[in-house]
């Protein structure tokens, strides 16, 4: 059956990812995806633990620079897959694990529990008694988990190592807003006045984990938990780590000024300036009132100048009102071991989505609608998109060949499989070599970061997407 459609000669607005190597060779080759998609089924998660290794290294060459003793600890919450934390622990580093799930499986695949943390925004007896039983390091978040966690050291008679979560920093004159941790002056009396004594818990360290991606903010925030770890110290409390979070920006696309030209002309289009670049003028987070849009985008910022180790260095040679040397030299002082907690940013390459073209349709105003054999929640983070364009591989060699052409391009929408209206995979008009046929695959590049797992449901029933590692030519399914 051949599929009609008019040809669509509106200016596409691209945004091209950077894409590593691995996956690069993966999709310039794709017999083997369409071998892996037929037998592990669509979607397809295709990981490499390269890159992760190349992330690790990157950070760890920005603590080796500034002689700062260090561990990095993988946050796996933001992909579920154990291969990634146990080779953490091969690098020699860490995994934060966030809840029971997640350290027990650390646990069972052999992972040494002086390399692992345990920072779960819910801590439950269950989670406690195995973090203490294996001597796990526990941040505490309030006083009713620091309750709890002093009935479970009770019961079994071990000990456990705590770090205190703080957080209420004070930026420019103004309390940053958290729901997260203790305020510095109440982390300090809890430890003065009862951690220092307890029998049975050592303090070990401060930690906190800020949202956002501000510079100062981080800086702002190390700087204060300096003044309270020198006050501690003072008292001849002493603390051994500085536990600083995750949040390291990440750069997915190649190119500046396509991210900038994708912003003004969403504007110029939900006002109506020109042919819609997201689905019925979905304005991503942004509200239009009489014509008028206020405030941006609610997206990632997935173009970044600074990023991963960039962004750490960044932090560290930063200065602080409190003090007049830069934060690595502080630390470096007072032999404080820096950890940090990166998820995203360690995943950044490792990971792409890979899925089957169902069905191409019409809506009722006329667009094309490519359908995927894979649904949103398999794609998906707290961005209202994911803004990188996706790669179309035709299952037809020979038609691949006339893709090249820009008299075939069309441009359409990626719908799934969840029976719902606004089920798109995409918000944004993708721009296609030809209409993709039926058995073509759509490849999303990157996604390993939050992106595959984060969110993925199991509405209807549809079974949880397979993830695969890509090693030496061949597919092994994680375990
Ligand atoms: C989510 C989270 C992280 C990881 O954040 P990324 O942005 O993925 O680097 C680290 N620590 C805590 C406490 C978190 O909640």
Redesign the pocket.
């Known amino acids: 059956m051949t599929f009609s459609h008019t040809t669509n000669k509106e200016k596409h607005v691209p945004l091209t990812p950077i894409i590593h190597d691995w996956m690069r060779q993966l999709i310039d080759v794709p017999l083997q995806l369409q071998d892996a998609v037929a037998q592990y089924r669509s979607p397809l998660n295709v990981q490499s633990l390269v890159p992760f290794a190349e992330n690790v290294g990157a950070f760890k060459s920005v603590f080796e620079k500034y002689e700062l003793q260090h561990r990095i600890?993988f946050?796996r919450?933001?992909n579920k897959c154990i291969s990634y934390a146990t080779h953490a622990a091969e690098l020699g580093e860490g995994v934060?694990t966030?809840s029971f799930e997640e350290l027990a499986q650390c646990l069972e695949a052999g992972i040494d529990p002086a390399q692992l943390i345990s920072?779960a925004?819910v801590k439950s007896s269950r989670l406690l008694e195995l973090a203490v039983e294996h001597h796990v390091t526990i941040?505490i978040d309030n006083l009713d988990e620091l309750d709890l966690l002093e009935k479970v050291v009770q019961r079994t008679g071990k000990n456990a190592n705590i770090s205190l979560?703080v957080g209420g920093f004070e930026v420019n004159g103004t309390t940053l807003h958290t729901r997260?941790g203790f305020s510095l002056t109440e982390a300090q009396k809890l430890i003065l006045d009862h951690i220092a004594h307890h029998p049975m818990l050592s303090y070990v360290g401060l930690?906190f984990?800020l949202n956002g991606y501000s510079i100062p903010e981080r800086a702002a925030a190390i700087g204060q938990c300096i003044e309270l770890l020198d006050a501690l110290q003072e008292q001849n409390v002493q603390t051994l780590h500085l536990d600083i979070?995750?949040?390291?920006l990440v750069n997915y696309l190649n190119d500046q000024s396509e991210w900038e030209y994708f912003h003004s002309e969403l504007k110029k289009a939900i006002l109506e300036g020109r042919q819609e670049l997201t689905y019925r003028n979905d304005p991503l987070g942004m509200v239009k009132i009489k014509n008028k849009l206020y405030g941006e985008p609610k997206v990632y910022p997935y173009y970044n100048e600074v990023n991963k180790d960039g962004f750490l260095e960044k932090i560290l040679i930063s200065h602080v009102d409190e003090y007049d040397a830069p934060i690595y030299q502080l630390l470096r002082d007072r032999k404080i071991e820096v950890r940090i907690?990166?998820?995203?940013?360690?995943?950044d390459q490792t990971g792409m989505t890979v899925a089957r073209v169902a069905f191409r349709k019409h809506d009722a105003a006329g667009n094309l609608l490519v359908g995927l054999e894979m649904n949103r929640t398999q794609m998906k983070s707290s961005s209202s998109d994911f803004l990188l364009d996706p790669i179309h591989l035709p299952q037809q060699i020979e038609e691949a060949a006339d893709l090249s052409s820009e008299e075939q391009s069309v441009l359409g929408y990626l719908v799934g499989a969840y029976c719902l209206e606004q089920e798109f995979i995409l918000l944004r008009k993708i721009k296609f070599h030809g209409v993709p046929t039926v058995g073509d695959l759509m490849v999303f590049v990157n996604t390993a970061?939050?992106m595959m797992h984060f969110f993925e449901s199991q509405a209807h029933q549809f079974a949880l997407a397979e993830n695969v590692f890509y090693t030496e030519k061949a597919f092994s399914i994680d375990r």
Not at 245 to 248: E, N, Q, R, V, W
Not at 341 to 347: A, I, K, Q, T, V
């Open positions: 600890y946050a919450k933001a934060d966030a920072t925004a941040i979560r997260f930690h984990h979070g995750g949040g390291y907690e990166p998820g995203r940013s360690l995943l970061g939050y």
